[in-house]
């Protein structure tokens, strides 16, 4: 797309496109937050998992232990970097959950600030349209309004890849200083989610690929990885030493769970990945992708360093298709890889519309394109994204939320309680645990996909009350089904309760050893 006359845009300075890119942004993610509140009632997150976070975080500045469980080191908090960042809440006595949504509306900017820079120095109306769609996507702004640090890993990667492209090896050389920067980046990387090393690596080999040489590519990458061993081995001691493990038990966890997934084949497991970043007004940016995917192709190998963040978005894909094939959660895993689709897509659709074209053939189309993606973005977030972050919500609420403040009112505080979902739990009603997914019970992940000895494990452990949804999987079924397991209490019971799936409402059971007792669904 041409502009003839920049002095159209001479307004739109770095300042100003960078002021309205803020406000997008806030603008969105209280657009999320006064949804919840006002068609919900609520204020919170919309995944359990964010309130494991502020466990750890809550511990860690209580005690000083890397906990979940008070005096029980664990490592099921898979971004250590997030926990830091949340942890000063609970040291300074602010509302955690203002500053963790503050820290998630940081994120989101620190993602459209570093989307607008990312082509360098550009025509400025580009960049502010890039910076925006970042702004406007319904997936990031969902992950800056998680609690979790989905949106942090977002942000970071777009400004890693923005520092590549400014110290592409081939046009500045291998030097030392960029080489320690490298490996600190990719320390960085690494404890905002421990996937960030294949960034980190993919860059280390196209620097000890590509021209010069080979003593100082060599070198140079010696030294990257001299500096992410730095942050990289106190990592691997850390949860080593604490789980046995060399990675969160997150890691182990989640892939024992899912497992039975890997039986479907891998490309569909792949495309998979791949399709839920296109769900949203990116699915009009694909025919531009191509072509400029295609246009970089061709180019001499050197140049190629455009298309590294495409080969680590192929290799994220990848990993999880392999060994965490899941898409809940509106992809959650996966939302990382949208800020690159968004960026590239509205980076190429600009090349490829002629809206001042005189041929009627080639404005109308072009008009008619660049229109319907620039509507798609904000009727998406508005009606899509809040519409359902509001449910993600409402739904953790009145389900895990509900069944915690249950469980702080009619249990002892050392009464042992064996759950799968632990976070809402553990952050309002602290108890001994028998975590059923794993996360900080590294011993019960063995067990996981058989209902008969996590049932034999449970009644063994000296639980007295055990909370799960009976509808979650089979083996929850059967597990519930054991006349050891007497229903107490349920969400369903809660007066204007809403059920949002068909997983069955979230259930107390009393764990009786020595009696025989039906459990019954609410």
């Known amino acids: 797309m041409s502009f003839p006359d920049n002095r159209r845009h001479a307004w739109l300075t770095p300042l100003v496109r960078d002021g309205l890119l803020i406000l997008a942004c806030l603008l969105a993610h209280a657009l999320y937050l006064l949804v919840a509140y006002f068609r919900h009632g609520y204020f919170s997150f919309p995944l359990d998992d964010a309130w494991i976070y502020q466990v750890y975080a809550r511990n860690l500045a209580e005690s000083g232990q890397w906990a979940f469980i008070p005096g029980v080191p664990s490592t099921g908090s898979t971004s250590i970097l997030w926990t830091l960042l949340i942890t000063p809440a609970y040291w300074i006595h602010i509302n955690p959950l203002w500053w963790t949504h503050l820290l998630g509306f940081l994120c989101l900017c620190g993602t459209s600030l570093g989307g607008a820079r990312f082509f360098g120095e550009e025509a400025p109306i580009r960049s502010l349209a890039v910076g925006l769609a970042l702004a406007l996507e319904w997936h990031l702004v969902w992950a800056a309004a998680s609690g979790m640090e989905t949106g942090l890993f977002a942000a970071i990667l777009v400004w890693f890849w923005v520092w590549v492209r400014n110290h592409n090896p081939v046009c ?141 978005m192929l290799l994220h894909w990848g990993l999880y298709a392999a060994r965490l094939p899941v898409t809940y959660q509106h992809g959650r895993y996966a939302i990382p890889t949208i800020s690159l689709i968004v960026i590239y897509g509205v980076r190429e659709l600009f090349d490829l519309v002629r809206p001042h074209a005189r041929q009627l053939l080639v404005r109308l189309p072009s008009v008619a394109w660049m229109f319907a993606v620039g509507s798609l973005f904000p009727l998406f977030l508005g009606v899509h994204g809040a519409s359902a972050y509001g449910r993600d919500v409402s739904f953790i609420e009145n389900e895990m939320v509900a069944t915690a403040r249950w469980v ?115």
């Open 172 to 312: 500045f050389g291998h030097s030392l200083r960029s080489g320690l920067k490298l490996g600190l980046w990719g320390g960085v990387l690494m404890l905002a989610r421990p996937e960030g090393v294949l960034a980190f690596g993919l860059v280390v080999l196209y620097g000890l690929l590509c021209s010069g040489k080979f003593y100082l590519r060599l070198r140079w990458s010696i030294f990257s990885g001299l500096f992410f061993a730095v942050v990289l081995v106190p990592f691997l001691y850390l949860n080593y030493n604490v789980s046995g493990t060399m990675w969160p038990n997150t890691f182990y966890a989640k892939q024992t769970e899912y497992a039975v997934l890997w039986s479907y084949p891998y490309l569909s497991r792949f495309a998979e990945q791949g399709v839920v970043g296109f769900v949203g007004a990116q699915i009009l940016l694909v025919p531009g992708l191509l072509v400029g995917i295609w246009k970089r192709i061709q180019k001499r190998p050197d140049a190629w360093i455009s298309l590294l963040p495409w080969g680590w």
């Open 408 to 522: 702080a009112a009619h249990t002892a505080p050392d009464d042992m309680i064996a759950a799968h979902d632990i976070g809402a739990l553990g952050y309002f009603a602290p108890r001994p645990l028998v975590d059923l997914a794993g996360l900080v019970s590294p011993d019960v992940i063995p067990l996981m996909n058989d209902s008969q000895k996590l049932t034999e494990h449970i009644v063994g452990s000296g639980a007295g009350y055990l909370v799960v949804f009976p509808g979650w999987s089979s083996s929850y079924k059967h597990l519930t089904s054991d006349a050891r397991f007497c229903l107490v209490w349920s969400t369903a019971q809660e007066e204007n309760y809403i059920s949002y799936w068909n997983a069955g409402s979230m259930t107390v059971y009393a764990v009786r050893p020595d009696e025989d007792c039906l459990s019954a669904s609410p």
